[in-house]
C-alpha cells in the first residue's frame, strides 16, 4: 500500500508517520560523539519506504546537523519534510534573537527556507511568548519559514495564537492511549480551525509493545533512556503497572486478530482519532529502525468491535489531569527527571517590579493605557495585591480579535503575570469582577473564568459594561491575599 499523507497547508504535505529524532540528544548523553555522516546515511532507509518527514528541535543535540547532512547527500529524489522547533530560554527576547534562531536552524539544516518551525512556551503568564510568535509570522512573510506550528500548547492558548491571527497548521503534543488529554477539547477545536495534532509518545516510550506485557514492574535501574524514565512516570499517573498490563492484555488480542503488533495497534488508534494529523515514531538512527513495523501501520485499519475493546480498557486507567502540555507547566511534572531542572534554570519575573518604599510595590505591564492614564497593572502594598481593569493588550497590540473567551484567557494571563511578579499566584486571589461588553458572551467568558480558577473559587461579580475600546470584549480586575 502507499504511504499515507496529510496536507498541513496548500504548500506542505507530510507523511501521516513521522520519524522523531528525539533520541539523538539521548544517544549523545554523557559527551558521546555521533558519526553524523553515518547517521544521515541510515535516515535514507526511511526515505526510501515513504517515510520522508523528520521531526526534530533545536535542543535535540545533532539532529539537525544530521537532517541536514542527509537531505543534501543521501535523500536523493525523494522530497523530504524536515520539522523542526524553537524552544527559547525563559526570560527577555528580542526581534533579533528570533531571526538568530531562525537562521541557525536554516545553517544546520542547510536549507532556505523551514518547512516547519513549531513553538514552544514554558510560561503563558509572560507575555513575551506571543512577541516570539508575532516574530516569527513575520520571518514566514519573509519567505524564512514555511509554515508555523506549535508544540505542547493547551487548548485555550492555542485559542489565543489563532484568534489573534497567526495562522498556526499544527500542533504537536502528547497522545497515546496512556494519555488521551488531545480527546477532550483539543481534538474539536483543532478539527474546527484547520489545525493539525502530530502525536509524539504514541508509544509511550517503547511501553505500548510486546516487551513489556506480562513482564515484572521495572525499577529506575532498568529505565535506561529518558523516553522510558518519562513515560513510567505517565503508567504510574494513569493508574500503575497492573491496570497498565490490563490495556496491553487488551491491545495484545486486537493485534493478533489483525496479525499485527500492539504497537501498530497503539498507533493506529491515535493515527485515526479525530483531529490528529500524524503520529511521530521516535527512531534511534542506527541502531534500531523498526521501519517494516510501520510499514505495516499501512495494511490495517482498527475495526469498530476492537476500537470499543480498546475504548473500554482506556475506562481503567486514571486519566492524566490537565490540558496538553501541563506536564511541562505545572505538577505533576512528567518528565524524565520529573521536575524542569533538566530543561530550564529559571523562571524571570514577567513584568518589571518597582519598590515605592513603605511597604509598597507596583507592576508595569507595559501597555500603552497604563502611560495614557497613569496607572499600574498592580499594586502590592504589604500582604494585599490590587489588580486594575485587565483587557486583552498587549503593548499597543489587541489580543484574541473578536473571540471573548481567548480574550479571557489573555487577561487571567496578565493577571498570573502580574502576580507572580509580586511572589504570589492564581491560588492568592480572592476576588475578581469581570466586565462584559455583550451579555451574549457571558457564559462563554463565564467558563473560560472557571476553568482557570475552578481549583482557586474567589468571590465574583460579571457585569454588562460599555468598555472603552471597541476592540474589548472582557475587562477583569482582580484582588489577592498573601
Not at 513495523?293 to 486514571?318: G, M, W
Not at 511541562?328 to 518604599?357: I, M, N, Q, W
Not at 481567548?406 to 475578581?432: C, M, P
Amino acid at each position: 500500500m502507499k504511504p499515507e499523507h496529510i496536507k498541513l497547508s496548500e504548500h506542505l504535505t507530510i507523511s501521516r508517520v513521522l520519524t522523531g529524532l528525539w533520541q539523538i540528544a539521548d544517544m549523545e548523553r554523557d559527551g558521546n560523539k555521533l558519526d553524523l555522516d553515518a547517521a544521515a546515511k541510515s535516515m535514507a532507509a526511511y526515505g526510501d519506504q515513504g517515510f520522508t518527514t523528520f521531526d526534530m528541535a533545536d535542543h535535540y543535540g545533532s539532529a539537525e546537523l544530521i537532517a541536514g547532512i542527509y537531505r543534501k547527500k543521501y535523500a536523493g529524489k525523494h522530497a523530504v519534510q524536515l520539522l523542526t522547533k524553537w524552544v527559547p530560554t525563559p526570560g527577555p527576547v528580542t526581534k533579533e534573537d528570533v531571526r538568530k534562531a531562525v537562521q541557525k536552524a536554516l545553517d544546520r539544516l542547510q536549507v532556505e527556507r523551514i518547512d516547519l518551525m513549531q513553538f514552544h512556551a514554558w510560561n503563558y503568564a509572560d507575555p513575551r511568548w506571543l512577541d516570539c510568535l508575532f516574530w516569527l509570522h513575520e520571518l514566514s512573510k519573509e519567505g524564512l519559514i514555511q509554515c508555523l506550528g506549535l508544540t505542547n500548547f493547551d487548548t485555550a492558548h492555542l485559542r489565543i495564537v489563532k484568534a489573534s491571527g497567526i495562522p498556526v497548521v499544527s500542533n504537536q503534543i502528547c497522545y497515546s492511549l496512556l494519555d488521551q488529554r488531545a480527546a477532550a477539547e483539543m481534538a474539536g477545536y483543532c478539527q474546527k480551525n484547520h489545525v493539525k495534532i502530530l502525536a509524539f509518545g504514541t508509544l509511550a516510550g517503547g511501553f505500548l509493545s510486546e516487551r513489556w506485557l506480562g513482564k515484572p514492574e521495572p525499577g529506575p535501574d532498568a529505565l535506561k533512556t529518558w523516553s522510558l524514565m518519562k513515560y513510567k512516570r505517565f503508567i504510574d499517573n494513569a493508574g500503575g503497572w497492573e491496570k497498565f498490563q490490563g490495556l496491553l492484555k487488551t491491545l495484545k488480542s486486537v493485534a493478533d486478530r489483525n496479525e499485527v503488533s500492539i504497537s501498530n495497534v497503539a498507533s493506529r488508534f491515535i493515527l485515526d482519532s479525530p483531529g490528529v494529523g500524524g503520529v511521530i515514531i521516535g527512531a534511534r538512527l542506527g541502531q534500531s529502525a523498526h521501519i517494516e513495523e510501520n510499514i505495516q501501520l499501512r495494511k490495517f485499519k482498527i475495526d469498530p468491535k476492537s476500537r470499543k475493546e480498546i475504548e473500554s480498557a482506556l475506562t481503567q486507567l486514571t486519566p492524566i489531569p490537565g490540558d496538553c502540555g501541563d506536564e511541562y507547566r505545572k505538577p505533576p511534572f512528567l518528565t524524565a527527571s520529573g521536575d524542569l531542572s533538566h530543561h530550564v534554570e529559571t523562571f524571570p519575573s514577567p513584568y518589571t517590579v518597582k519598590s515605592l518604599g513603605n511597604g509598597t510595590d507596583r507592576v508595569l505591564s507595559g501597555t500603552v493605557w497604563e502611560d495614557l492614564a497613569g496607572f499600574s497593572r498592580a499594586v502590592r502594598r504589604n500582604g494585599r495585591i490590587l489588580i486594575s481593569g485587565t483587557t486583552a493588550t498587549h503593548g499597543d497590540a489587541a489580543i484574541g480579535g473578536n473571540d471573548p473567551v481567548a480574550q479571557t484567557h489573555f487577561i487571567i494571563d496578565k493577571i498570573e503575570g502580574a502576580l507572580q511578579s509580586l511572589g504570589a499566584s492564581i491560588e492568592n486571589v480572592v476576588r475578581t469582577r469581570i466586565y462584559v461588553r455583550s451579555l451574549t458572551d457571558w457564559e462563554g467568558v463565564a467558563r473560560a473564568h472557571g476553568q482557570r480558577f475552578k481549583h482557586v473559587q474567589p468571590a465574583n461579580t460579571m457585569v454588562r459594561a460599555h468598555l472603552i475600546g471597541e476592540e474589548y470584549l472582557v475587562e477583569i480586575e482582580a484582588e489577592a491575599m498573601v
